[in-house]
T-cell receptor
Framework: TQLLEQSPQFLSIQEGENLTVYCNSSSVFSSLQWYRQEPGEGPVLLVTVVTGGEVKKLKRLTFQFGDARKDSSLHITAAQPGDTGLYLCAGEGRTASKLTFGTGTRLQVTL | DTGVSQDPRHKITKRGQNVTFRCDPISEHNRLYWYRQTLGQGPEFLTYFQNEAQLEKSRLLSDRFSAERPKGSFSTLEIQRTEQGDSAMYLC???????????FGDGTRLSIL
C-alpha cells in the first residue's frame, strides 16, 4: 500500500512568515499533485510535478519533487491570510489511475 | 462554469436507508473517480471509470456500495442500508485521461442519523 505522510499536520503562523510543508513516502510516484481545500469545498489543484528534481513556482508558492520521486515539498513565501486552508499532496502510481492522498496540512495565517 | 458538479451537496438520512449521489464530470473527460473523505483526513479512493467501464474498485467499496456510469458521462454512487460509518464527504473527480490532473467537485456531505 502506498502511503503519503505530510508534516506538519497543523501550522499557525502570522502574515508575512515563510513556511514549508513536506510530503514523504517510501513509494515512487509517476507524478505528484498538490491541492488546497477549504471547508465545505472540494480540493482545488495547485500544481502537478512529474520529473524527479522538478521545481515549479506559482507566485509565492514553490513546489519541489524529490529526485527519487518519493517526496515533495511546498514552500510559501510571505504567507497571507488567503493562504489559509488544508494542503494535500497526492501521488499517482505507475498505473496512472487513482490518487493516493497525504494526511494533509492545515494552515492558518493570521494578521 | 463547466467544472465537476455534484448533487446533492448535503444529504441527511436515517441509518438503514438507501442514498444515491450524482456526479457530472467536465465534458469530454473520459475518466471519472469517486473518493471518500472523513473529517480531518485526506480523500480515499473508492473507484474509477474509463468512459462507461468501471476499471478499479477499492476494498473500501463494500457490497453495499455500487457505482455506475451508464453512458460514459454522468455517474451515480449508491449506498444501500447506510451505516453510521458511511458518514463522510463523497467527492467526485474527472480527468481527460489517465495521467492527467484530476479536477474535483465540491462533494456530497452525507450524515447518517
Amino acid at each position: 500500500t502506498q502511503l503519503l505522510e505530510q508534516s506538519p499536520q497543523f501550522l499557525s503562523i502570522q502574515e508575512g512568515e515563510n513556511l514549508t510543508v513536506y510530503c514523504n513516502s517510501s513509494s515512487v510516484f509517476s507524478s505528484l499533485q498538490w491541492y488546497r481545500q477549504e471547508p465545505g469545498e472540494g480540493p482545488v489543484l495547485l500544481v502537478t510535478v512529474v520529473t524527479g528534481g522538478e521545481v515549479k513556482k506559482l507566485k509565492r508558492l514553490t513546489f519541489q519533487f524529490g529526485d527519487a520521486r518519493k517526496d515533495s515539498s511546498l514552500h510559501i513565501t510571505a504567507a497571507q491570510p488567503g493562504d489559509t486552508g488544508l494542503y494535500l499532496c497526492a501521488g499517482e502510481g505507475r498505473t496512472a489511475s487513482k490518487l493516493t492522498f497525504g494526511t494533509g496540512t492545515r494552515l492558518q495565517v493570521t494578521l | 462554469d463547466t467544472g465537476v458538479s455534484q448533487d446533492p451537496r448535503h444529504k441527511i438520512t436515517k441509518r438503514g436507508q438507501n442514498v444515491t449521489f450524482r456526479c457530472d464530470p467536465i465534458s469530454e473527460h473520459n475518466r471519472l473517480y469517486w473518493y471518500r473523505q472523513t473529517l480531518g483526513q485526506g480523500p480515499e479512493f473508492l473507484t474509477y471509470f474509463q468512459n462507461e467501464a468501471q476499471l478499479e474498485k477499492s476494498r473500501l467499496l463494500s457490497d453495499r456500495f455500487s457505482a455506475e456510469r451508464p453512458k460514459g458521462s454522468f455517474s451515480t454512487l449508491e449506498i444501500q442500508r447506510t451505516e453510521q460509518g458511511d458518514s463522510a464527504m463523497y467527492l467526485c473527480a474527472s480527468s481527460l485521461s489517465g495521467g492527467q490532473p484530476q479536477h474535483f467537485g465540491d462533494g456530497t456531505r452525507l450524515s447518517i442519523l
